[in-house]
């Protein structure tokens, strides 16, 4: 010491810097550690052998990571590299081998990662256990990234295997925790927390960054299955931990996080302040793989605010990121952010197709949650090209899926789209059974918005139904009452319209009140889509009065917000009604042109049951017309349409108006068979109305063919259909006699 008092006065310093260090780390004082170990990297660079510089500089790269300053961390990873190198020890390069591969795995540079762990791989012998457990934690973490699940999960169990032959708890904890990663992002709820509960013990004590990871995992998991108050508290504590560390990434994720939580609680100006704050952040740390998580969250907020056309840009730039990275779960999320985009503008064709596209790689990587969103989203989106069987099936896969994960809030939304297919296929009991399934669990996991859909879907059973006008009232004032809760105006202003179409048809005043009040509620939104859903309204219920200037000037309002907002669906819709103002005013030549217009579009957009209306109105102006070979033709087809996406009252509804047609053709037998039929679909769709209807109908035609008999038969049935449900008991009676 006397001939060198510089050097072991360093060394000792050097030593005191590296205890100090580690207890920095225990506690959790990044900031401190950093300073700790950039002194201590450059005393080393004085007073140290190129080995143990390799070692300083590894360590300090490794806090910059914890930082999330990658920048900073890769120019301490490369100077570790040319020291490890320089000592020629293959420990020392192994170890700066995997900093880098970490570094480059949160840049989302995976090709560079799996380099630089092969290079790890090449230096660390087999009989060291820890490194190589170290090693294969992080080809797991590739190989999840990549989307290679089943290889993810058997390199973290030789991992896990690994660290507890070599007594490392703290390894042990954070390769469990990696494993409830992977469950979680699978869908396994609940063997997500399993492990996640044994991470817990094992880091304990050991890594304080243990915790708020793991909490930041239940919150996750706890929002996925919606129940959301939890998950907030969850996110929060973590987020103060977080920020008690200075660990960048955590607080820009968890962020993240919070956005999504406030977002589904309706909470949109501080879902958008947070996600703009966790963006920001992000781009700051340079970290892309989180970022496009982050923007397709802000995509979900812009769909839900009515701003398609910049959630369409982000979406196309998450996509981008997310193949140029070679990142599968990513791109899968993006091409189902844009089927949902497509969906809600009408695309519905190219809707299906992406869905499909996601619906496979999610297969390919083994996402089952994955599977099952995309299986409801094509049930929910795509009536129109998704038979009603494979409708079906979709959603019994996707419950089964959900089921197996507990996933209430998965389970109660398939139940709710079970339970609107039965509405189609006349099997009302069944589907009140699956509403009020669907209602309990919604309960369960505290979802009020989940809850105010299914009241809103009751009440539309029983208006279609035309039964009981009260208990549909007492379902959508419930749905308004779950609505206001949330500050949902777009979901406020729906119900107003159901109860606006249930009204109109003998309150017109009442009814145009409500289309008011929507209008007023939605003023204050974005959703300008939701507008021009009731201005539509407001021109039906006109139409209906033969306030036909009126109806006409609702419609091109409608239609103005539909060409803006790119929804063909909707501008289609609104051709179809203005074909009926023109053809209630007699202007056929103008009708059959609009309806033609709705007709093309439809067609386009492979919706059967809109060009089966559209063919409707077509039919009936041929019919008017005296052309009864185009308008069979056109009816026929229509009744086609219907049956493919099960909708029986309107196949009758066609039915009907065949029958009307061989009716004047003066063909009976054919006119007959046609009612008989609609009868029978009446009465399958419960549409005791329509059916009453139809008896009095065949009634009638018996007695034009003179068959007194059969007519009080038929004219019977009608009278004690109405007296059993009073509805036009008197006019049948009248019939009878």
């Known amino acids: ?191 997500a927390l399993d492990l996640a509960e044994q991470a817990e013990v094992r880091l304990q004590g050991v890594e304080v960054l243990g915790r708020p990871h793991l909490l930041r995992l239940r919150a996750e998991i706890e929002r996925r299955r919606g129940n959301l108050h939890r998950a907030e508290e969850y996110d929060s504590t973590a987020l103060r931990l977080y920020s008690a560390l200075s660990h960048g990434r955590g ?7 919070l956005a999504k939580t406030a977002m589904r609680l309706r909470h949109f100006a501080e879902s958008e302040t947070l996600f703009e704050s966790g963006i920001e952040a992000l781009e700051r ?44 779960e990513g791109e899968a999320d993006a091409l189902w952010w844009q089927g949902e985009l497509e969906a809600r503008s009408g695309s519905l064709s190219t809707a299906e197709e992406k869905f499909r596209i996601a619906l496979q790689i999610y297969r390919d990587i083994g996402c089952r949650v994955g599977q099952a969103h995309t299986m409801l989203s094509l049930a929910r989106n795509i009536p129109a090209s998704a038979r009603g069987d494979e ?41 009140r059974t699956r509403l009020g399934q669907a209602a309990r669990l919604f309960q369960m996991v505290d979802d009020v918005g989940g809850q105010a859909r299914v009241m809103l879907a009751l009440g539309d059973l029983e ?56 209008l007023r509620l939605l003023a204050n939104t974005r959703d300008r ?22 109806a006409r000037q609702y419609l091109n309002q409608a239609r103005e917000i539909y060409q803006k907002e790119n929804s063909r669906r909707g501008w289609a819709h609104v051709f179809r009604l203005l074909a009926q103002v023109e053809q209630a005013q007699g202007q056929s030549d103008t009708a059959m042109q609009l309806y033609q217009f709705a007709h093309d579009i439809y067609k386009e957009l492979q919706d059967p049951w809109g060009q089966a209306d559209a063919l409707m109105g077509l039919g009936t102006l041929d019919q008017a ?35 009307e047609l061989e009716r004047e053709r003066q063909d009976l037998a054919q006119a007959r068979r046609h009612l008989l039929a609609a009868r029978d679909h009446f009465h399958f769709a419960a549409d005791l109305t329509n059916e009453q209807a139809v008896l009095r109908k065949l009634g009638d035609l018996e007695m034009s063919s003179g068959d007194a008999k059969q007519a009080v038969q038929h004219y019977g049935e009608a009278r004690a259909l109405g007296a059993a449900l009073g509805l036009g008991a008197a006019a049948a009676s009248h019939s009878l006699i």
């Open 1 to 191: 010491m006397n001939l060198q008092p510089r050097y072991w006065q360093g060394r000792w310093h050097l030593r005191k810097l590296r205890k100090q260090a580690e207890g920095f780390s225990r506690q959790g004082f990044r900031l401190e550690l950093r300073r700790s170990l950039e002194e201590a990297a450059r005393l080393a660079d004085r007073v140290a052998s190129p080995g143990e510089r390799s070692l300083h500089w590894t360590l300090l790269a490794q806090a910059l990571i914890w930082q999330g300053a990658l920048q900073e961390a890769a120019a301490a990873a490369e100077r570790a590299t040319q020291f490890a190198e320089a000592s020629g020890q293959a420990r020392r390069q192994a170890r700066a081998a995997l900093v880098r591969g970490k570094i480059a795995l949160l840049r989302g540079q995976l090709a560079s990662a799996a380099e630089a762990y092969d290079q790890a791989s090449a230096w660390i012998p087999n009989s060291a256990t820890l490194d190589q457990a170290a090693l294969l934690e992080h080809r797991g973490e590739l190989a999840r990234l990549r989307g290679q699940l089943e290889s993810a999960r058997a390199m973290y169990e030789q991992a896990l295997q690994l660290s507890r032959a070599g007594r490392q708890r703290g390894r042990e904890g954070w390769v469990l925790y990696r494993l409830a990663e992977l469950e979680h992002s699978t869908g396994n709820f609940n063997l």
């Open 251 to 257: 607080m820009a994720e968890t962020q993240i996080g």
């Open 285 to 328: 740390l340079r970290m892309p793989l989180p970022k496009i998580q982050a923007w397709l969250g802000i995509v979900e907020l812009r769909y839900l605010t009515g701003n398609l056309p910049w959630a369409k840009k982000r979406c196309e730039q998450a996509l981008a990121l997310a193949r140029e990275l070679g990142y599968p």
């Open 391 to 431: 409708v079906r099936e979709w959603l019994l896969q996707a419950h089964g899926i959900y089921q197996d994960s507990k996933n209430w809030k998965g389970q109660a939304n398939t139940l709710l789209h079970l339970a609107e297919c039965e509405v189609l296929e006349g099997a009302s009991d069944q589907a």
């Open 463 to 518: 208006r279609l139904q035309g039964e009981n006008r009260a208990v549909a009232l007492t379902h959508y004032d419930n749905a308004r009452r779950l609505y206001h809760e949330l500050k949902d105006a777009s979901g406020e202003a729906g119900v107003l319209r159901a109860r606006a179409r249930l009204e109109q048809e003998n309150d017109p005043a009442s009814a145009r009140t409500l289309y008011a009040e929507a």
């Open 529 to 550: 889509q939701a507008e021009a859903h009731v201005l539509v309204g407001f021109g039906e219920l006109e139409l209906k009065e033969n306030n036909y200037d009126l």
């Open 625 to 659: 017309a005296g052309l009864s070979e185009r308008a069979e033709k056109a009816f026929t087809q229509a009744i086609e349409f219907y049956a493919q996406v099960s909708r029986r009252r309107d196949q009758g509804r066609a039915l009907l108006a065949l029958s």
